[in-house]
């Protein structure tokens, strides 16, 4: 084996975030809506507010992060309870910077995603690459999960722009989101656009779709929601996203050689 091929496969190893699959789509859009019920459960259920929501969940964010990278290989749960962090910090940093800074949902989309897309020309810059499949070092995984948090506040602040602000409504916003990322889909099947860019974009979509589904289980009837316990929504959702990990196997994503 020559030391490039030995290369490849240490990398591959060492990869700790899964394979694309529909099982990971799966899973991060039932965990996106979890990051809605979940955020507003501890923020309004609880009454501690959006500030001190988002520093609870900031801190989970950072010390799940920490121990996904020092992890040694991937670990399914590690992984999906670091994604729920970041939706769920992503839930209530949206929420505070859209309401209680007073920039609107239109300013908090815009600067959320003008964030994103430093993150991800920072990391192409310092990389070479943002492809998931590049993602096997510490600087590599920090900037995927910093690139990751921004996009999860983005898509809570997409969605509560298109569901209120433009008037559409929770079903209508899933709807429009829902509609978007079977496009995305049909181009990686059927075009030869990025795969990066594609995931990227899916990523990004799937969060808004998350937000807008959350916010219909929980929001009162008046609202056009159903008024679902925030608590029962967030734990049914938490039990599905368990059960998938279990019986629904996923394996690491293999480095592109």
Same mark, same amino acid.
């Given at each position: 084996m020559n030391s490039a091929t030995m290369k490849s496969t240490t990398q591959?190893?060492? !990869?700790? %975030?899964?394979?694309?699959?529909? @099982?990971?789509w799966l899973i991060k859009i039932a965990a996106t809506t979890l990051g809605e019920t979940g955020g507003d459960a501890v923020s309004m259920s609880m009454n501690l507010g959006y500030l001190v929501g988002t520093a609870i969940f900031a801190a989970v964010f950072v010390a799940?992060?920490?121990?996904?990278? @020092?992890?040694?290989?991937?670990?399914?749960v590690i992984y999906w309870v670091t994604i729920i962090a970041?939706?769920?910090?992503?839930?209530?940093?949206?929420?505070?910077?859209?309401?209680?800074?007073?920039?609107?949902?239109?300013?908090?989309?815009?600067? =959320?995603?003008?964030? @994103?897309?430093? !993150? *991800?020309?920072? /990391?192409? #810059?310092t990389l070479g690459s943002v492809s998931i499949d590049t993602v096997v070092t510490p600087k590599a995984e920090m900037f995927y999960w910093l690139t990751i948090m921004f996009s999860q506040t983005l898509g809570t602040a997409l969605g509560d722009w298109t569901a209120d602000t433009a008037g559409i409504g929770y079903m209508g916003a899933a709807l429009i989101f829902g509609s978007l990322l079977a496009l995305v889909a049909a181009a990686y099947? /059927?075009?030869?656009? &990025?795969?990066?860019? =594609?995931? /990227?974009?899916?990523?990004?979509?799937? #969060?808004?779709?998350?937000? @807008?589904?959350?916010?219909? =289980?929980?929001?009162?009837?008046?609202?056009?929601? *159903?008024?679902? &316990?925030?608590?029962? +929504?967030?734990? %049914?959702?938490?039990?599905?996203?368990?059960?998938?990990?279990?019986? =629904?196997?996923?394996?690491?994503?293999?480095? +592109?050689?």
């Open positions: 591959a190893t060492l !990869s700790k %975030v899964p394979q694309v699959t529909f @099982v990971f799940a992060v920490y121990v996904q990278i @020092v992890a040694k290989q991937f670990h399914p970041s939706t769920t910090v992503g839930t209530t940093l949206a929420d505070y910077a859209d309401r209680s800074l007073g920039i609107g949902y239109t300013g908090g989309a815009t600067l =959320l995603a003008g964030l @994103v897309a430093l !993150s *991800l020309f920072a /990391w192409h #810059r099947f /059927w075009t030869k656009l &990025s795969h990066t860019l =594609l995931f /990227w974009a899916a990523f990004i979509l799937t #969060r808004p779709l998350g937000a @807008v589904v959350g916010d219909f =289980l929980d929001k009162p009837i008046a609202k056009g929601g *159903l008024e679902l &316990s925030r608590y029962t +929504a967030s734990f %049914v959702l938490l039990a599905f996203i368990a059960a998938c990990i279990v019986f =629904l196997p996923q394996r690491a994503a293999s480095k +592109a050689h």
